[in-house]
């Protein structure tokens, strides 16, 4: 997904910024943690001024670690470090879960951490002396016009024969929907974040998390492997050097993705989806082989890595916020912008191997290279 560049506001870029007693009490509301008001009955919110958006940016710039729970602000920032250093958390949303334990303990083990999946004070400061991470993980951004123009297309579920007939493709239903996506958010916490706002109103000063990671070099990735258990996809160097890792939904029960070693043969971005029932034994078999056309909502999101493996492939995903959480019809799905950043570095022939998890991360992380043990 193509990152572009933030609306600047006037002053922004020369104030010295220090978070007000009004901005650290706005993390501690209910609407910034993502709950909903107590009382029922109370007014709705009145979107912020540029200056107020500034005083949100800074209080969470300037979060800091300390033992215990750790704040929402902290699990951005953290968030935002990891997402930029290629370990990616999935859709950002100041929480912590599944996803984020897996990846923070893929980059423990790539940092030479222990690998406890934790975010302790030595992760913290590991990940704040990354190159990526000095720029500041929020930002204050500014609705488009274009932003609210769209393209936008009805929400119609994952029924492929609706999918089909959009005339555009399956394009977001919304603005927020499509800014939490650019900005790698989930809906939730770009909401939470912004109380009061009309994200369909151009000229509106808006709390991002700015947390895209720098393409690969095409041919930077030469393995993957693919994590069963742990729903997780990391990509290594020619040397074994583990670069990247993401969370992954990988297949189901019923329809499971495929075991041993595979290679990729070609990648699409942007990503059609053809439906042909003489190859699937799902969906819409009584139709004919038909085409979705490409979209961010799409069955495979924004782009397609195709493997040896008939049908078989690594894509995004129409619900960021479903990774790792859901099941797949075989393949293994990540958010589209984690799909976007593991295909700008991997070309034809790089292998893909199918494991377990069954050890701490080093068992599924320390070998790049498909070996006789994932056959």
């Known amino acids: 997904m193509q990152r572009r560049g933030l609306s600047p506001v006037p002053g922004f870029a020369r104030a010295a910024l220090v978070p007000s007693v009004f901005a650290l009490s706005v993390l501690a509301t209910p609407a910034f943690a993502g709950r909903a008001p107590a009382a029922a009955h109370a007014p709705p919110p009145r979107a912020a001024t540029a200056a107020v958006v500034n005083q949100r940016v800074a209080a969470i710039n300037a979060a800091r670690f300390a033992p215990g729970k750790p704040s929402v602000a902290v699990l951005l920032r953290a968030q935002a470090w990891l997402a930029r250093a290629r370990f990616s958390p999935g859709a950002i949303d100041g929480r912590t879960g599944a996803n984020l334990v897996h990846v923070v303990k893929a980059y423990q083990y790539a940092r030479g951490l222990p690998a406890s999946g934790a975010i302790d004070q030595a992760t913290w400061d590991r990940l704040a002396r990354e190159p990526s991470s000095a720029l500041p993980a929020a930002r204050l951004y500014v609705i488009t016009a274009r932003d609210v123009a769209g393209p936008f297309a009805p929400d119609v579920g994952s029924d492929l024969l609706k999918l089909a007939a959009l005339p555009a493709g399956p394009q977001f239903s919304t603005p927020l929907e499509a800014l939490a996506a650019r900005f790698h958010m989930s809906q939730d916490r770009l909401a939470a974040l912004n109380p009061g706002v009309d994200f369909r109103r151009a000229g509106v000063p808006i709390v991002v998390i700015d947390a895209a990671a720098a393409p690969f070099r095409k041919g930077?990735?030469?393995?993957?492997?693919?994590?069963?258990?742990?729903?997780?996809?990391?990509?290594?160097?020619?040397?074994?050097?583990?670069?990247?890792?993401?969370?992954?939904?990988?297949?189901?029960?019923?329809?499971?993705?495929?075991?041993?070693?595979?290679?990729?043969?070609?990648?699409?971005?942007?990503?059609?989806?053809?439906?042909?029932?003489?190859?699937?034994?799902?969906?819409?078999?009584?139709?004919?082989?038909?085409?979705?056309?490409?979209?961010?909502?799409?069955?495979?999101?924004?782009?397609?890595?195709?493997?040896?493996?008939?049908?078989?492939?690594?894509?995004?995903?129409?619900?960021?916020?479903?990774?790792?959480?859901?099941?797949?019809?075989?393949?293994?799905?990540?958010?589209?912008?984690?799909?976007?950043?593991?295909?700008?570095?991997?070309?034809?022939?790089?292998?893909?191997?199918?494991?377990?998890?069954?050890?701490?991360?080093?068992?599924?992380?320390?070998?790049?290279?498909?070996?006789?043990?994932?056959?």
């Open 220 to 375: 930077d990735v030469r393995s993957i492997r693919v994590s069963k258990t742990a729903d997780l996809v990391a990509a290594f160097d020619a040397k074994g050097r583990l670069l990247a890792a993401y969370p992954a939904t990988v297949g189901s029960k019923e329809r499971p993705s495929p075991s041993g070693v595979h290679q990729v043969v070609s990648v699409s971005l942007p990503a059609s989806y053809v439906y042909d029932p003489a190859r699937l034994t799902w969906g819409p078999r009584a139709h004919r082989k038909f085409t979705i056309k490409p979209g961010p909502k799409g069955p495979v999101g924004t782009v397609w890595i195709a493997l040896n493996a008939p049908s078989y492939g690594i894509h995004g995903s129409p619900r960021a916020e479903l990774i790792g959480k859901s099941a797949s019809h075989g393949c293994v799905r990540l958010t589209n912008w984690d799909a976007e950043n593991l295909a700008s570095g991997v070309s034809p022939g790089v292998t893909v191997a199918f494991r377990g998890w069954d050890g701490p991360a080093g068992r599924c992380l320390s070998r790049g290279r498909g070996s006789a043990a994932d056959r």
